[in-house]
């Protein structure tokens, strides 16, 4: 066995919109060897700004990594895996979307992100995210997040919204054969567009916040490692 494979592998978790590295406090004794950095640590000025940024801090990591996003931190894990596959021994992404290839689709999603961000930026923060918590991608669950320091960050979420928004992805369905996609049963949207893609685990009883809502079977998807 070699040098390198002796490393013991390190799991980067990212997480969501308007998330914190605290919302994986209750996974964190399952891993071993564990990073969860904040998404914010790294540019939101565009896709390829946050990737480069990323990519600086895997390395400097120096160990294996075992990247797992979460929602936006899928996408963004996306783009990271796509530009530099060979940092990452493994990818998963869970509740993640591959992208949109119909230009009406992008632009209506770029539209609705925008709606979000002035929200965000300028309402009521207490109304926002009980608004943001009540969509139908959540299947009506209780969210289980704490937003811990959200005021202080809201402005840089609101950017987000814009700079990081679907509607600027580009589409990547079926260009990661690698890569697991995870999806809860009960969240339809994401259980069908990963149904699409070459390796894909769908997680019964869990909407989209999957690794929150069905802990124990999120976790058992990482027991071979």
Not at 117 to 131: I, P
Request: glycine fraction near 8%.
């Amino acid at each position: 066995m070699g040098a390198d494979q002796d490393i013991k592998i390190t799991y980067v978790l990212l997480h969501g919109t308007l998330g914190h590295p605290s919302d994986w406090d209750s996974l964190r004794p399952h891993f071993s060897r564990v990073e969860t950095p904040s998404l914010l640590e790294f540019s939101v000025e565009s896709f390829d700004s946050w990737v480069g940024d990323f990519e600086r801090w895997v390395v400097g990591l120096n160990t294996r990594v075992h990247l797992v996003g979460y929602s936006l931190g899928a996408r963004l894990a996306i783009h990271a895996a796509s530009r530099s596959p060979k940092l990452f021994d493994r990818v998963t992404l869970v509740s993640g979307h591959p992208g949109l290839s119909n230009p009406d689709d992008r632009e209506s999603r770029l539209e609705s992100d925008r709606k979000w961000s002035e929200l965000l930026g300028n309402s009521d923060l207490e109304k926002t995210l009980l608004a943001w918590d009540s969509q139908p991608v959540f299947c009506g669950k209780t969210s289980p997040f704490i937003r811990k320091d959200l005021h202080l960050t809201r402005s840089l979420w609101a950017k987000t919204f814009q700079t990081l928004s679907l509607g600027r992805q580009e589409s990547f369905s079926q260009k990661l054969p690698s890569a697991l996609w995870v999806a809860g049963s009960e969240d339809v949207k994401y259980r069908d567009l990963v149904g699409r893609e070459p390796r894909h685990h769908v997680i019964a009883g869990a909407g989209h916040r999957v690794p929150w809502e069905t802990q124990d079977a999120f976790i058992k998807l990482f027991s071979t490692e």
